[in-house]
C-alpha cells in the first residue's frame, strides 16, 4: 500500500510541475491534455502575382508555410528578389492547396531544403524553381502540370528518382542537369518533347548509355555521345534532340532513317571525325549550327525536300 501511495504522489508532482512550464494544462474535467508548443513565425509576408492573394510564412523550425488562391509571380529575375532569399536556411516547404502557380527560382540555391509539399491545385511549376537545392532527395509532382520547366531541378545532387505525371507533355532544357544521384525517372508516354541537355550529367543518362549508347526516350533520341564508328539510328525513332551527339569524336558515319522528321539545333556540332551522313529521302526540319564544327565531313545526302 505504501508503494502505490508513493507512485501516486510521484506522478501528482511530475504532472503538477508539467503543469506549471505549460507542457500539461487540465481540462474541465481534470484529465492531462499533451500538448506541443506551436512554433514561432519568424518572418513573413507576400508573394502573390496580385499582391496579397498568396503569402508566406517561416517558422522557427525551419518549414516555409505558402498559402493562398491563385498565382505567384511568373517569375523573379534574380534570387535575391524572391521575399525569403535572406531566410533561406529552411528546410521544408509546404504549400497549401488553393495556389496554382510556382514562379521561376522560388526555391532555388535553398541548399538545407529537404522536403517539399505540393498540393493538386498547383497547375504550373516555373523555370528553376528547385536549381541547387541539393538537399532534396526526392519530390511529388501533382497531376496536371504539363511540362517540367528548364532547369527545374539542375544540380539538384541529392535527388534519387522522380515520378513525372502523366499530364505532362514536355521536359525543359537542363531539367535535370548534373543530378549526380538520379537513378530512376519515370517518363509518362505522353512526353512528347524533350529538351537538350535535359538529363545531362546525370547518374539516370550514365545507366542509360552503359545499356545502350544510343538513348530513347518515346521515340525521341536524346544521347547518342558516346557512340563509335558507324552508327545507325533505329527506324523507331522520329526526333533526334538538340546536341545528341554534340562533341562526340569517335562517330565516322550516321546513317538517320526516313521516319525522322526533326533534327534539333547542335545535334552533331563539334563531332571532330564525322565524315559520312545518310539523311533521309523524305519531309525533314534541320536546326541551326547542326553540323557545325564537323571539320572532317566530306560528304552529306540532303533530300530535295528539306526544310530549315
Known amino acids: 500500500m505504501n508503494y502505490l501511495k508513493k507512485t501516486a504522489v510521484c506522478i501528482a508532482a511530475i504532472l503538477t510541475a508539467a503543469n506549471s512550464l505549460g507542457y500539461m494544462p487540465y481540462n474541465p474535467v481534470g484529465l492531462p491534455v499533451l500538448t506541443a508548443e506551436a512554433a514561432d513565425i519568424v518572418a513573413s509576408g507576400e508573394c502573390g502575382a496580385e499582391g496579397d492573394n498568396v503569402t508566406w510564412q517561416l517558422d522557427s523550425e525551419g518549414t516555409l508555410t505558402i498559402s493562398g488562391e491563385g498565382a505567384m509571380p511568373d517569375h523573379w529575375c534574380r534570387v535575391e528578389q524572391i521575399p525569403w532569399y535572406t531566410q533561406n536556411t529552411f528546410s521544408k516547404v509546404v504549400i497549401k492547396e488553393g495556389v496554382t502557380d510556382i514562379g521561376d527560382l522560388a526555391f532555388a540555391e535553398c541548399k538545407n531544403l529537404s522536403s517539399v509539399t505540393i498540393p493538386a491545385s498547383v497547375k504550373s511549376i516555373g523555370g528553376g524553381v528547385f536549381n ?3 538537399s532534396l532527395s526526392e519530390i511529388t509532382l501533382p497531376e496536371g502540370i504539363d511540362r517540367i520547366s528548364n532547369s527545374l531541378f539542375t544540380d539538384c545532387s541529392s535527388l534519387k528518382s522522380v515520378v513525372i505525371p502523366e499530364s505532362v507533355k514536355s521536359i525543359g532544357y537542363k531539367a535535370f542537369e548534373n ?28 545507366k542509360q548509355t552503359e545499356k545502350n549508347p544510343i538513348v530513347i526516350v518515346n521515340n525521341i533520341l536524346i544521347s547518342g555521345k558516346t557512340c563509335e ?27 538517320i532513317p526516313d521516319n525522322v522528321k526533326n533534327i534539333g539545333d547542335h545535334a552533331f556540332y563539334s563531332c571532330g571525325s564525322l565524315e559520312t551522313i545518310t539523311l533521309p529521302d523524305t519531309d525533314i526540319k534541320i536546326g541551326n549550327f547542326v553540323f557545325n564544327g564537323c571539320d572532317k565531313l566530306v560528304s552529306v545526302s540532303l533530300p530535295d525536300s528539306i526544310t530549315a
Not at 505522353?190 to 535535359?198: K, L, P, R, Y
Not at 533526334?240 to 558515319?253: H, L
Open 229 to 255: 564508328g558507324k552508327v545507325v539510328i533505329p527506324d523507331t525513332v522520329t526526333s533526334i534532340n538538340e546536341e545528341a551527339f554534340s562533341e562526340n569524336t569517335d562517330m565516322t558515319e550516321i546513317v
Open 132 to 134: 541547387g537545392c541539393e
Open 179 to 206: 543530378c549526380t544521384s538520379l537513378e530512376e525517372i519515370v517518363i509518362p508516354e505522353g512526353v512528347n518533347e524533350i529538351s537538350g541537355s535535359a538529363f545531362n550529367n546525370s547518374l539516370w543518362l550514365k
